[in-house]
């Protein structure tokens, strides 16, 4: 059997994976100035990542608020939860007053309950001003979320 090591790879094929299969959270948890120069010349050569905020460690979110304020033109996919980590949202909209500022987003995913909801709504109507595509909202005890008047 051939063992590889990521080492051996391509800085081609090391470039798809991180933008492409490697949440941006592990990236800056794990990657960023922890390996070697290559990796680090390598992330940052990377145009796009993917953050995936579910069941994070507020000591680990905030660590990547301060690294994401650098690399927020660069995320096309974002997912934020309050399952496992209560007030994340409210966070993250402290530090970004708009989703406006995330020029290659395309992807929104929001979970959180109803101690959100005013925040929520405010900010909800910048992504009328944005390239999201896709949008997803799970709301836990909360009735009525917003209302949105598409022309």
């Known amino acids: 059997m051939l063992v590889t090591k990521l080492e051996s ?14 949440n941006g959270v592990d990236i800056f948890i794990s990657l960023i ?3 070697n120069n290559r990796f680090d010349d390598l992330i940052n050569r990377c145009k796009r990542f993917y953050s ?27 997912t934020l ?13 402290c530090s970004f007053r708009s989703f406006e500022q ?16 005013d925040i929520m709504d405010q900010e909800l109507h910048s992504i009328l001003k944005t390239s999201i595509h896709t949008l997803s909202i799970k709301g836990k005890n909360v009735r009525l979320l917003f209302e949105f008047n598409c022309i």
């Open 81 to 93: 939860s309050e399952r496992d980590t209560p007030g994340q949202i409210h966070s993250f909209l």
């Open 33 to 35: 100035n922890q390996l």
């Open 52 to 78: 995936d905020f579910t069941g994070i460690r507020k000591s680990e979110f905030s660590f990547c608020m301060k690294l994401l304020s650098n690399n927020h033109n660069m995320i096309t996919s974002l």
């Open 9 to 22: 790879l391509s800085n081609e094929i090391l470039i798809d994976l991180i933008e492409n299969y490697i």
């Open 102 to 117: 995330f020029k290659q987003l395309r992807r929104l995913h929001l979970d959180f309950d109803a101690n959100s909801v």
